[in-house]
């Protein structure tokens, strides 16, 4: 059974650094996509980050780019997510997230606080 699970969240002084990963099991993890969503409270679920199976192509939300970086190591069944200049908007809890044909896999999310 697919099962993705966070780690790495935590508190951090705004302008301070986190990375995320995600470690997967449970299906060919090489072969498909990843993403990582947000939800801050009281918001909607939100697009982070994307990255390709190979991890050739990556897109981000235009509130992350050039603060955050998406990679992936296939060898490892893990996807990670560098931030850095944490602001205190990107306070949310962080998703991993896999789509295979039209099921949709989540892991249970890590806390990220950015506040001083």
């Known amino acids: 059974q697919v099962r993705l699970v966070e780690s790495g969240g935590g508190l951090v002084q705004p302008g301070g650094s986190l990375r995320l990963s995600c470690a997967a099991s449970?299906?060919?993890?090489?072969?498909?996509?990843m993403d990582w969503y947000r939800q801050a409270a009281g918001k909607q679920r939100e697009l982070v980050a994307y990255?390709?199976?190979?991890?050739?192509?990556?897109n981000y939300a235009d509130s992350v780019k050039g603060r955050f970086t998406i990679s992936r190591d296939n060898g490892k069944n893990t996807v990670f997510l560098q931030m850095n200049n944490l602001k205190p908007e990107d306070t949310a809890v962080y998703y991993c997230?896999?789509?295979?044909?039209?099921?949709?896999?989540w892991g249970q999310g890590t806390q990220v606080t950015v506040s001083s």
């Open positions: 449970g299906y060919i993890f090489s072969i498909y996509a």
């Open positions: 990255i390709s199976s190979g991890g050739g192509s990556t």
């Open positions: 997230h896999l789509r295979i044909g039209s099921f949709e896999f």
